[in-house]
T-cell receptor, first 114, second 110 residues
Framework: DAMVIQNPRYQVTQFGKPVTLSCSQTLNHNVMYWYQQKSSQAPKLLFHYYDKDFNNEADTPDNFQSRRPNTSFCFLDIRSPGLGDAAMYLC?????????????FGQGTRLTVV | GEDVEQSLFLSVREGDSSVINCTYTDSSSTYLYWYKQEPGAGLQLLTYIFSNMDMKQDQRLTVLLNKKDKHLSLRIADTQTGDSAIYFCAESKGSYIPTFGRGTSLIVHP
């Protein structure tokens, strides 16, 4: 059974049109992450939530925002997508503080900007 | 330089062993991971090793860690065509904020 679910798997959006990607988890993990992965590059952390605390990476563009309304759900909002934002977006979760060892990833959402 | 580095490509013949190498810079990393990514899919954890271990074996997979040199390797025995994928090395403290390399594309040919 999928434990980290991302919707949709594929998203096409118009240049400049706001888009939201969603992630849900059934693991009750306290940390949720959003990574951006471009072809032949390492997954790059955009931001993460540690419980309700939002942690933004210093080089994440202002165009990218996130919301975590409850433990299970986390959203990635791209306010004005540009062509350079086309990528695979990966959501991940982990439980920090009890000796857990790994992060669990969703299947990703591939974003195309036209 | 990048925090986690890997070679980008590896090509092996079916049935041979594959060895994928990785170096990292953070000596305080506590966990080191190998993730597998198939085309169009997310990341699947293959195996991990604690930083106080030298080796871990899991069926066809053997992970070797040289903490002094900050070098991690993944050996896949009897490589099959189904092993063709991108393999990512990652490190973290606890399970917090894994940092990834660029991935090694493993190509298995008959």
């Amino acid at each position: 059974d999928a434990m980290v679910i991302q919707n949709p798997r594929y998203q096409v959006t118009q240049f400049g049109k706001p888009v939201t990607l969603s992630c849900s988890q059934t693991l009750n993990h306290n940390v949720m992450y959003w990574y951006q992965q471009k072809s032949s590059q390492a997954p790059k952390l955009l931001f993460h939530y540690y419980d309700k605390d939002f942690n933004n990476e210093a080089d994440t563009p202002d165009n990218f925002q996130s919301r975590r309304p409850n433990t299970s759900f986390c959203f990635l909002d791209i306010r004005s997508p540009g062509l350079g934002d086309a990528a695979m977006y990966l959501c991940a979760t982990s439980r920090v503080g009890d000796g857990s060892t790994e992060a669990f990833f969703g299947q990703g959402t591939r974003l195309t900007v036209v | 330089g990048e925090d986690v580095e890997q070679s980008l490509f590896l090509s092996v013949r079916e049935g041979d062993s594959s060895v994928i190498n990785c170096t990292y810079t953070d000596s305080s990393s506590t966990y080191l991971y190998w993730y597998k990514q198939e085309p169009g899919a997310g990341l699947q954890l293959l195996t991990y090793i604690f930083s106080n271990m030298d080796m871990k074996q899991d069926q066809r997979l053997t992970v070797l860690l040289n903490k002094k040199d900050k070098h991690l390797s993944l050996r896949i025995a009897d490589t099959q065509t189904g092993d063709s994928a991108i393999y990512f090395c990652a490190e973290s403290k606890g399970s917090y904020i894994p940092t990834f390399g660029r991935g090694t594309s493993l190509i298995v040919h008959p």
